[in-house]
């Protein structure tokens, strides 16, 4: 394609290059050139300076003959850039070049590549097993996170029907408790040494009580109760010459089998008595001799 160039359009041309020189860029006019063809007049660009400050002149229709080719690959981008997953995130990240991304994530770990498989946060076993034991002599609680083995402790009680007693205090199911000194059974208590001027036997007094005293002694005997059964015995040793013993029981409840305590001499003397309780009746028997 031919350009014609008038006088009028070299000076035009000129003139617009001092101007670009002094920095007008000419977005505010057009300046035009005569072509020779079908299109006659058309707009013209002033693409800087060359070698030899000459400016270069270029049809608007040939401006892509002065654009740098678009590259269709490369071997590395004209700037690095940093991709970093965020294992918090979802999101996709659009990347072409310009700038560093941050994309998320989709899906679940499976177990095969170090994940739990699940989004549950739970695992199906143990990287190392670990051993429970139950500490009988303990009531602690054993926290188990899995990284170390556990002692648990116990609570409640035991029942009868997984093997146990069903009780706290020591003794088998079937067991005769105490209640007091006494309670239900006989015969394994010590004496008990009783030395004041009276004394009161019932049914958690000791089995043998040995009663020394020197002067009145005074004995008084509780009924017993329904369904029990208890027999007492008192050794009595009294040194005073004009010494007695007066005994208070229900008569009703109680029956003597020897001679009451009301025909004891006035004397010092030695004596025992025996007092056996038979579920809601009593016998009351005594010996003694001057001393």
Same mark, same amino acid.
């Given at each position: 394609?031919?350009?014609?160039?008038?006088?009028?359009?070299?000076?035009? !041309?000129? /003139?617009?290059?001092?101007?670009?020189?002094?920095?007008?860029?000419?977005?505010? !006019?057009?300046?035009?050139?005569?072509?020779?063809?079908?299109?006659?007049?058309?707009?013209?660009?002033?693409?800087?300076?060359?070698?030899?400050?000459?400016?270069?002149?270029?049809?608007?229709?040939?401006?892509?003959?002065?654009?740098?080719?678009?590259?269709?690959?490369?071997?590395?981008?004209?700037?690095? !850039?940093?991709?970093?997953?965020?294992?918090?995130?979802?999101?996709?990240?659009?990347?072409?070049?310009?700038?560093?991304?941050?994309?998320?994530?989709?899906?679940?770990?499976?177990?095969?590549?170090?994940?739990?498989?699940?989004?549950?946060?739970?695992? /199906?076993?143990?990287?190392?097993?670990?051993?429970?034991?139950?500490?009988?002599?303990?009531?602690?609680?054993?926290?188990?996170?899995?990284?170390?083995?556990?002692?648990?402790?116990?609570?409640?009680?035991?029942?009868?029907?997984?093997?146990?007693?069903?009780?706290?205090?020591?003794?088998?199911?079937?067991?005769?408790?105490?209640?007091?000194?006494?309670?239900?059974?006989?015969?394994?208590?010590?004496?008990?040494?009783?030395?004041?001027?009276?004394?009161?036997?019932?049914?958690?007094?000791?089995?043998?009580?040995?009663?020394?005293?020197?002067?009145?002694?005074?004995?008084?005997?509780?009924?017993?109760? /329904?369904?029990?059964?208890?027999?007492?015995?008192?050794?009595?040793?009294?040194?005073?010459?004009?010494?007695?013993?007066?005994?208070?029981?229900?008569?009703?409840?109680?029956?003597?089998?020897?001679?009451?305590?009301?025909?004891?001499?006035?004397?010092?003397?030695?004596?025992?008595?025996?007092?056996?309780?038979?579920?809601?009746?009593?016998?009351?028997?005594?010996?003694?001799?001057?001393?």
């Amino acid at each position: 394609m031919a350009v014609n160039l008038t006088n009028l359009d070299i000076s035009t !041309r000129y /003139a617009l290059q001092e101007d670009f020189d002094n920095g007008f860029v000419g977005r505010d !006019r057009q300046i035009v050139i005569q072509t020779d063809d079908a299109k006659g007049y058309r707009p013209i660009i002033m693409d800087g300076k060359t070698s030899g400050g000459k400016n270069k002149v270029a049809l608007m229709d040939d401006l892509d003959d002065l654009k740098p080719a678009r590259a269709t690959s490369a071997d590395k981008l004209y700037t690095a !850039r940093t991709i970093r997953t965020n294992l918090a995130s979802t999101s996709t990240a659009s990347f072409n070049g310009t700038a560093n991304v941050t994309p998320g994530v989709q899906g679940i770990l499976g177990t095969a590549n170090g994940g739990t498989g699940n989004d549950d946060g739970t695992v /199906a076993k143990l990287t190392t097993a670990r051993t429970f034991i139950c500490n009988l002599e303990s009531t602690s609680a054993g926290s188990f996170n899995g990284s170390a083995n556990v002692t648990l402790g116990v609570s409640g009680e035991l029942p009868i029907a997984r093997g146990g007693t069903g009780r706290t205090d020591g003794h088998a199911p079937k067991d005769i408790l105490m209640s007091g000194n006494r309670g239900n059974l006989n015969g394994y208590e010590n004496s008990s040494n009783v030395t004041s001027a009276s004394l009161t036997v019932n049914n958690s007094s000791r089995d043998s009580i040995c009663w020394t005293y020197s002067g009145d002694m005074a004995l008084t005997i509780s009924n017993g109760a /329904a369904n029990q059964s208890w027999t007492k015995v008192i050794v009595m040793n009294n040194a005073n010459s004009s010494g007695s013993l007066a005994v208070t029981a229900d008569s009703s409840k109680f029956t003597w089998i020897t001679d009451n305590a009301t025909s004891l001499p006035a004397k010092a003397f030695v004596g025992i008595m025996v007092v056996h309780w038979s579920n809601t009746h009593g016998f009351i028997s005594l010996m003694f001799k001057e001393s």
